[in-house]
């Protein structure tokens, strides 16, 4: 059974697949509530709109920061707001991190495109 992640707005098919969302438990998830968070998603299906906010963020229990770049992602078709895009998915390189604090936002990231869950239609459909 594989789950199909539509707008609730419109109804379009997202073609968000869940081998490519991360784990409960992955370091970022465990105070994300009410949220999902891909690593990987089809940029044809969305819109993306530039945000700068000066808002202070933990990055890890050991690391916070002042200043974050995200981006919004809205459906391609209504417009809507479904999520955020972050720059703090897993490290690029593997690396403890400037004075093994862990890994910061000077090290290279991978994105990670988080979703709020009340944005979704969730049906579930069989592999065929």
């Not at 609730?8 to 970022?28: A, G, W």
Request: with cysteine; glycine share 6%; charged share 25%.
């Amino acid at each position: 059974m594989a789950t199909i992640y539509s707008c609730k707005e419109c109804s379009t098919n997202l073609n968000l697949f869940t081998n490519h969302l991360f784990p409960p438990d992955f370091y970022f998830e465990s105070g994300n509530k009410n949220s999902l968070s891909f690593s990987w998603i089809d940029s044809e299906k969305f819109n993306f709109e530039k945000e700068d906010k000066l808002k202070p963020f933990f990055e890890t229990l050991n690391y916070w920061g002042i200043h974050r770049n995200r981006t919004k992602i809205k459906c391609k078709n209504c417009g809507k707001l479904l999520g955020y895009v972050y720059d703090d998915g897993p490290p690029v390189i593997d690396t403890p991190g400037q004075f093994y604090f862990g890994p910061s936002q000077a090290i290279p990231r991978n994105p990670r495109f988080r979703f709020k869950s009340k944005a979704f239609l969730l049906a579930s459909a069989s592999d065929s």
